[in-house]
Each structure stands twice: as C-alpha cells, then as structure tokens.
C-alpha cells in the first residue's frame, strides 16, 4: 500500500488550503482521514470519512474543515477554511484497508506541512 499525501503549505490566518491523498496499491478501503502533529505535541485526530459516507471531526477543526472522498480515484481530500496558526502542523492521512474477518489495517501517508502565518 502506498499513501501519497499533497497540499500542504504557507498561508495566512484566515486563508484555506485543501490536502489530498491519493492510496494505491491497496485492494478494499475502508475509513479514509487525516491526522495531524504539531512539535512537541500527540498526533491528534482531524477528521474522517467512513466507506459509507459518514464523516465525523476533532473538535478543534468541526465547521471549518471538511473531508471528501473521491473512491473513484483512492483519494481524500481535507478543505481547511479559515486556518489558524493553531492548526500548524505535519498533516497525516490515515486509510484502512478492509480484510475480511479481521479488523482493518491502517496505513500512514508521509504528511505534509501545513503552516498558518499570525
């Protein structure tokens, strides 16, 4: 399986940037969704879309950011709108591969910086 994540950069307090992640190799999805880590900080929760279409947030980011899938493509996206400097981080996509039987196996993209000027 192979996580190939895209869209991080430098933007200005208020601004949107939009992350993609696209998995290849990989024979079923299942959950789809980003993670981030600040320095010094856990990794945290951001957001997550379900095979089904259901979608859930961390708390910090709900009603600015929004997770989409493409399964045509293998790919997630993560729309941040009205970023923060708080929201400064290496972003991560996280995605299940579904096995029949067992629970599914997560892999990690490589992240990408997001970094949100004051």
């Known amino acids: 399986v192979q996580l190939q994540a895209s869209g991080g950069g430098l933007v200005q307090a208020g601004g949107s940037l939009r992350l993609s992640c696209t998995a290849s190799k990989i024979s079923a999805i299942g959950t789809m969704g980003w993670y981030r880590q600040a320095p010094g900080k856990q990794r945290e929760f951001v957001a997550v879309s379900s095979s089904g279409g259901s979608t859930n947030y961390g708390d910090s980011v709900a009603g600015r950011f929004t997770i989409s899938r493409d399964s045509n493509k293998n790919t997630v996206y993560l729309q941040m709108n009205s970023l923060k400097p708080e929201d400064t981080a290496v972003y991560y996509c996280?995605?299940?591969?579904?096995?029949?039987?067992?629970?599914?196996?997560?892999?990690w993209g490589q992240g990408t910086q997001v970094t949100v000027s004051s």
């Open positions: 996280n995605v299940g591969m579904i096995q029949l039987g067992r629970p599914q196996r997560n892999y």
